[in-house]
């Protein structure tokens, strides 16, 4: 799970001291974001959690992934829940609004949070080591993780933030003038502006920028079907190997993630898995032999795997952070049951962050923290083993 935030310091968008937000202008935030100025997390007091009437929101785009159903109301086919919603309310997500026999898209061309970050936060770890992501985040998720540790815009919604509405073309221009290698669509969840994803992704490949979606994994056939055509990879937040776990911590189902994993290692979108560990809840042995001895069986040996460290966030806050050895255990399990690609992740200094050839072991991409200290690109030094990813 990686975190949002201003690299430079910079609040791109601010909230003054009367409690108004004064937005940047698209020319201001293009040249903010350009030089990886974060867009800052603006939020509105007195956020509820229930389901709210018709907002007044500026340049509202339409759904792709719905029917209409009886008297005004139309279910969402984007992800598991298939809400049906009725005329004036919105789905489970919040950023959804059925208008009129109509479903809007809330959040499309309104980022939240924008950074110009370095592909290893994300994580991916087999992917363009060392480069840039333009990323950009909208608000709002599909799921309610109760330890979301970027809960200020993934369990919000669109009009909790006051920004600029910035179209797609515009979003791919800064992340050209950035240098950054892709977009990436992370942070809160992405399947929730997924239209907005696809438009990004299309402008972003005029520039000869591909596009990363770091996900939860909770999205329908189709519509991945849809998004997974503009990607070139996709990182999987699997958040346990029990559906319980899924169900009271989550507010979400095991079953849809892995039937999602499937469809993507079929796909030919490079596939990378992230599971954040959170003691005493889902970092017990067996869940962990399970979980790997799953992804070997069904998505194969060479799929990342990247273990990562908890930090008490949102409602779970009683619990410590997740010690170095806890990674390091979860790491060997996944070696005992044959995956080729194992680690340890944003715990700096640690040697599980490392890249090694399967076959001769020997160090084939080193990093510190997100630095790059060595990188053969895809190619053991030593014995000439291909690493599998998207290298240089």
């Not at 990562?308 to 996944?334: D, F, H, Q």
């Given at each position: 799970m990686e975190y949002h935030g201003c690299m430079s310091g910079k609040t791109c968008f601010s909230r003054n001291s009367g409690g108004n937000t004064t937005a940047m202008n698209r020319r201001e935030f293009i040249a903010c974001a350009g030089l990886a100025l974060a867009a800052g997390c603006v939020k509105q007091a007195g956020a509820g959690d229930t389901e709210q009437p018709v907002a007044k929101t500026g340049n509202p785009h339409e759904a792709k992934w719905y029917s209409k159903a009886k008297k005004n109301k139309v279910t969402c086919h984007l992800c598991p829940r298939q809400c049906l919603v009725p005329n004036g309310m919105r789905g489970h997500c919040r950023v959804r609004e059925n208008r009129g026999g109509r479903f809007y898209a809330l959040s499309y061309g309104y980022p939240v949070a924008v950074n110009l970050d370095p592909i290893e936060k994300k994580p991916f770890m087999h992917v363009y080591p060392g480069s840039k992501a333009f990323s950009i985040a909208t608000a709002g998720c599909n799921i309610n993780c109760k330890f979301c540790q970027n809960w200020d815009i993934a369990q919000k919604r669109p009009?909790?933030?006051?920004?600029?509405?910035?179209?797609?073309?515009?979003?791919?221009?800064?992340?050209?003038?950035?240098?950054?290698?892709?977009?990436?669509?992370?942070?809160?969840?992405?399947?929730?502006?997924?239209?907005?994803?696809?438009?990004?992704?299309?402008?972003?490949?005029?520039?000869?920028?591909?596009?990363?979606?770091?996900?939860n994994g909770y999205i329908s056939a189709q519509a991945q079907k849809d998004?997974?055509?503009?990607?070139?990879?996709?990182?999987?937040?699997?958040?346990?190997?029990?559906?319980?776990?899924?169900?009271?911590?989550?507010?979400?189902?095991?079953?849809?993630?892995?039937?999602?994993?499937?469809?993507?290692?079929?796909?030919?979108?490079?596939?990378?898995i992230v599971v954040?560990?959170?003691?005493?809840?889902?970092?017990?042995?067996?869940?962990?032999?399970?979980?790997?001895?799953?992804?070997?069986?069904?998505?194969?040996?060479?799929?990342?795997?990247?273990?990562?460290?908890?930090?008490?966030?949102?409602?779970?806050?009683?619990?410590?952070?997740?010690?170095?050895?806890?990674?390091?255990?979860?790491?060997?399990?996944?070696?005992?049951?044959?995956?080729?690609?194992?680690?340890?992740?944003?715990?700096?200094?640690?040697?599980?962050?490392?890249?090694?050839?399967?076959?001769?072991?020997?160090?084939?991409?080193?990093?510190?923290?997100?630095?790059?200290?060595?990188?053969?690109?895809?190619?053991?030094?030593?014995?000439?083993?291909?690493?599998?990813?998207?290298?240089?």
């Amino acid at each position: 799970m990686e975190y949002h935030g201003c690299m430079s310091g910079k609040t791109c968008f601010s909230r003054n001291s009367g409690g108004n937000t004064t937005a940047m202008n698209r020319r201001e935030f293009i040249a903010c974001a350009g030089l990886a100025l974060a867009a800052g997390c603006v939020k509105q007091a007195g956020a509820g959690d229930t389901e709210q009437p018709v907002a007044k929101t500026g340049n509202p785009h339409e759904a792709k992934w719905y029917s209409k159903a009886k008297k005004n109301k139309v279910t969402c086919h984007l992800c598991p829940r298939q809400c049906l919603v009725p005329n004036g309310m919105r789905g489970h997500c919040r950023v959804r609004e059925n208008r009129g026999g109509r479903f809007y898209a809330l959040s499309y061309g309104y980022p939240v949070a924008v950074n110009l970050d370095p592909i290893e936060k994300k994580p991916f770890m087999h992917v363009y080591p060392g480069s840039k992501a333009f990323s950009i985040a909208t608000a709002g998720c599909n799921i309610n993780c109760k330890f979301c540790q970027n809960w200020d815009i993934a369990q919000k919604r669109p009009e909790d933030f006051v920004v600029p509405y910035t179209p797609p073309e515009s979003v791919a221009k800064a992340a050209a003038n950035a240098k950054a290698k892709t977009i990436a669509y992370t942070y809160s969840e992405p399947t929730v502006f997924s239209e907005y994803v696809i438009d990004c992704a299309k402008a972003g490949r005029e520039h000869a920028i591909d596009s990363v979606m770091i996900t939860n994994g909770y999205i329908s056939a189709q519509a991945q079907k849809d998004v997974l055509a503009v990607l070139k990879a996709v990182k999987v937040d699997l958040k346990s190997f029990s559906n319980d776990f899924y169900r009271e911590v989550c507010n979400g189902s095991l079953a849809p993630v892995l039937d999602s994993l499937k469809r993507i290692s079929k796909s030919g979108v490079w596939l990378e898995i992230v599971v954040l560990l959170i003691p005493t809840l889902n970092d017990d042995a067996d869940n962990l032999k399970r979980m790997t001895s799953w992804i070997v069986k069904e998505l194969g040996p060479d799929v990342p795997v990247i273990f990562t460290a908890y930090r008490p966030a949102y409602k779970i806050v009683n619990i410590p952070p997740t010690p170095g050895e806890t990674l390091e255990k979860a790491r060997a399990i996944a070696y005992e049951e044959g995956c080729h690609y194992s680690y340890g992740g944003n715990i700096p200094g640690m040697k599980a962050a490392n890249t090694y050839c399967p076959s001769c072991k020997n160090l084939v991409v080193e990093r510190y923290g997100y630095k790059i200290l060595k990188n053969t690109d895809g190619k053991c030094d030593k014995c000439g083993a291909v690493i599998p990813g998207i290298w240089a």
